[in-house]
């Protein structure tokens, strides 16, 4: 949905920045090395948040997938709207779990910038040149109910995976137009087409 790469930080403004944790940590990533963002900047909501993916793994592009269900789930045409509609939901909610349970604002922005990049790995998926399958995990998607509470608001209980399990239950849908032939062409355009479109993401 995105271009869902991590972004790296601008060319650094402030003098002697780069002797700080969150300098050196920006001048790593720019150059493309793993890093650690447990408790990066000194900030203790980012306590494990290397154990949910792995230290470099950040967005998860790196994973196992195990089908479990392949093509008995098929996919059924629905005008686009609609589809525009239910993803701007889980957009929205993104957001609200972003902003309603996390106060950092540093914090903030690295989950969503893990987020960011991980969905955007789908896009490879989709282009068949991540190695991947196109699917999705139905045991975490068995867990949507349990975002909420019975009052509607953001549940806060461990739900019992981590960022390892993701693929390990793969749905592959069947029923898609996906031609060896000419579908890697096709596909291609659309995706830069697409990107043409929103150019500064």
């Given at each position: 949905m995105f271009s869902k790469i991590a972004l790296v930080s601008l060319a650094l403004l402030v003098s002697g920045v780069m002797s700080s944790p969150i300098g050196q940590s920006s001048a790593l990533a720019a150059r493309g090395g793993p890093v650690s963002f447990d408790h990066w900047g000194g900030f203790d909501s980012l306590d494990n948040f290397d154990n949910f993916y792995g230290v470099d793994?950040?967005?998860?592009?790196?994973?196992?997938?195990?089908?479990?269900?392949?093509?008995?789930?098929?996919c059924h045409a629905q005008a686009i709207e609609i589809i525009q509609q239910r993803l701007v939901v889980l957009q929205e909610m993104a957001k609200r779990i972003i902003t309603e349970q996390i106060c950092e604002v540093e914090t903030q922005t690295v989950v969503f910038e893990q987020f960011h990049a991980s969905l955007g790995s789908f896009s490879h998926d989709l282009r068949r040149d991540s190695g991947h399958q196109v699917g999705y995990d139905s045991s975490i998607t068995g867990h949507y109910g349990d975002l909420f509470g019975d009052d509607g608001s953001l549940s806060v209980h461990d739900l019992g995976f981590s960022g390892s399990d993701v693929?390990?239950?793969?749905?592959?849908?069947?029923?898609?137009?996906?031609?060896?032939?000419?579908?890697?062409?096709?596909?291609?355009?659309?995706?830069?087409?697409a990107k043409g479109a929103h150019p500064g993401l």
């Open positions: 793994n950040f967005a998860h592009f790196d994973f196992e997938q195990v089908v479990v269900q392949e093509t008995s789930v098929v693929g390990q239950n793969t749905v592959v849908v069947g029923g898609g137009n996906w031609n060896d032939a000419t579908s890697p062409a096709s596909v291609d355009n659309a995706f830069f087409t």
